[in-house]
């Protein structure tokens, strides 16, 4: 998450333990994490502009395949939720803009 503390910004990172994942359940494991993200997005827990871990970190830490953590950005990238910079990472999106 983005911090400002006198005037400057300064990147914060939130202790997350990521999702429950149900690997046999029926729901596919993109989803659940799609629906993790995006519960935290709504409920305000991830401001704008908070970055979201590296796409094989969270893949490593929440056990489960790097494509799958792919589909998932790529789903909330369609919904408009997060926007990703090419060599800065993941960010909430704004959704004011």
């Given at each position: 998450?983005?911090?400002?503390?006198?005037?400057?910004?300064?990147?914060?990172?939130v202790n997350d333990h990521g999702p429950d994942i149900v690997h046999e359940g029926p729901t596919p494991i993109y989803v659940q994490i799609v629906n993790y993200v995006t519960a935290h997005i709504k409920d305000g827990s991830w401001q704008p502009g908070h970055r979201l871990p590296a796409e094989?970190?969270?893949?490593?830490?929440?056990?489960?395949?790097?494509?799958?953590?792919?589909?998932?950005m790529k789903e909330l990238r369609e919904r408009d939720l997060i926007v990703s910079v090419q060599g800065r990472g993941t960010y909430v999106k704004d959704r004011r803009t």
């Open positions: 998450m983005l911090s400002q503390v006198n005037g400057a910004l300064r990147l914060v990172f094989r970190a969270m893949a490593d830490d929440w056990g489960v395949a790097y494509l799958t953590i792919r589909r998932a």
